[in-house]
């Protein structure tokens, strides 16, 4: 039997187990947990762990029992529950780090009128190199090309010419900006074939935004080893990222995706904030093999 918290932000969701146990497969757990026919149901199992570098630890697997590098909405929900818990009783304090397979983060907890009103979350500072995301592109291929600091890529899926932008958030992402409503976009037939083309040996995240104005972004999201989710806390910031690096937007943007709304702060330079609200939805046991 394993104890269970399920949480979301921004509509992508996720179960939390807090444990010790690090040793353990927990990749078998994620695919029948997250499945949302026969499991619980969820964008992602995130694992809250003890740390030596950090005040807590996380790893997060995917519905396909990959594990995720980075998760910004995942590291939301998981500060929630530390401070939800009473986790921080001890030191009184508002601002935690966790350690991620991309490295220690920081968040900071704001309150409004006692209660839990907003997180803000590091995301670390982004990496545009062809090793950072990985891409491999064959020897004497012209199509790559630097815009900006920032290598872009385009290629042809199903008679459509895709610009992508490549980002790493400590995960992989593929930005491309399209002048229609992303609605119109066909996500469910291009996401797959995005995710999995063989320049990318780790696979891919793929977002397609549309600049509303300077202060405005919307987009979805094809999450690697998911599908399509409602929302992607690192997708937001590599959005945000591509969008600075090409003049689009401003220092600080509202990226609005089908299930709500993340704000993103860059200053061109540093770390990447990522900030939402983040809720507790029900707790509950998972019986292991339905015992």
């Not at 939390?16 to 353990?24: F, G, H, K, P």
């Not at 030596?52 to 529950?81: H, I, Q, T, W």
């Not at 939402?276 to 093999?289: D, S, Y």
Request: one cysteine or more; glycine letters at 10%.
């Amino acid at each position: 039997m394993i104890k269970f918290t399920k949480l979301q932000a921004a509509g992508n969701d996720f179960i939390l187990v807090e444990t010790s146990d690090i040793q353990r497969n927990w990749s078998p757990v994620a695919m029948a947990v997250c499945d949302r026919h026969s499991g619980v149901g969820a964008d992602g199992l995130l694992l809250l762990l003890p740390s030596d570098r950090a005040d807590f630890g996380m790893r997060m697997f995917n519905p396909d029992g990959s594990e995720a590098e980075a998760c910004g909405n995942g590291l939301m929900c998981l500060v929630k529950y530390v401070a939800s818990r009473g986790l921080l009783a001890d030191t009184g304090a508002e601002q935690i780090s966790v350690e991620t397979m991309a490295g220690v983060r920081k968040a900071r907890i704001y309150r409004a009128k006692g209660k839990l009103a907003k997180i803000q979350v590091s995301m670390g500072t982004p990496k545009l190199g062809a090793k950072d995301i990985p891409v491999v592109i064959e020897e004497g291929d012209r199509g790559l090309v630097d815009i900006k600091s920032m290598l872009s890529y385009s290629i042809t899926i199903d008679d459509r010419e895709l610009l992508l932008n490549f980002v790493s958030i400590g995960n992989p992402h593929a930005v491309y900006f399209c002048q229609h409503p992303v609605s119109d976009f066909p996500l469910s037939q291009i996401g797959p074939k995005v995710e999995r083309l063989s320049m990318f040996p780790n696979r891919i995240n793929f977002e397609v935004a549309n600049i509303v104005n300077r202060r405005r972004i919307e987009a979805r999201v094809w999450e690697r080893g998911v599908g399509e989710t409602l929302a992607c806390g690192s997708g937001a910031c590599a959005v945000a990222v591509a969008a600075q690096l090409r003049g689009y937007i401003d220092n600080k943007v509202d990226v609005k995706l089908p299930g709500g709304i993340l704000e993103v702060e860059w200053d061109r330079a540093g770390e990447i904030f990522l900030s939402a609200p983040a809720e507790i939805v029900f707790t509950g046991e998972w019986l292991e093999g339905g015992r």
